[in-house]
């Protein structure tokens, strides 16, 4: 499979089931906050599909988790949720696109 496509399938499964988790919850502005976690986590699960370092992907996608998720765990204060969920999304996005054998050319 294409990396572009896995990035994107990626991305919305980790979007759609990050959206799925706070729906129980309440927020000043709910469709805002529900679509802010969701391009957050799209964001993460394309970019673990599709960045190289020199390191295990699954690594590399907790990395890329990580760091997408910090502003999002600033602004909001809930810090543990939102960077645990961003490092384990990575992590699984990543690892699934190098268990799949999609691999970056240099």
Do not use: E, Q
Request: charged share 10%; proline share 7%.
């Amino acid at each position: 499979m294409n990396r572009l496509v896995l990035g994107l399938l990626l991305g919305l499964a980790a979007g759609i089931v990050d959206v799925l988790l706070m729906l129980p919850m309440k927020f000043p502005d709910k469709p805002t906050a529900l679509a802010g976690a969701f391009f957050s986590r799209f964001a993460i699960g394309f970019l673990a599909a599709n960045v190289k370092l020199p390191f295990h992907p699954a690594l590399a996608g907790a990395l890329v988790g990580l760091l997408i998720s910090i502003p999002d765990a600033i602004i909001t204060k809930a810090y543990t949720p939102v960077l645990i969920t961003g490092v384990i999304f990575g992590a699984l996005c990543g690892w699934a696109a190098h268990a799949w054998g999609v691999s970056i050319s240099n």
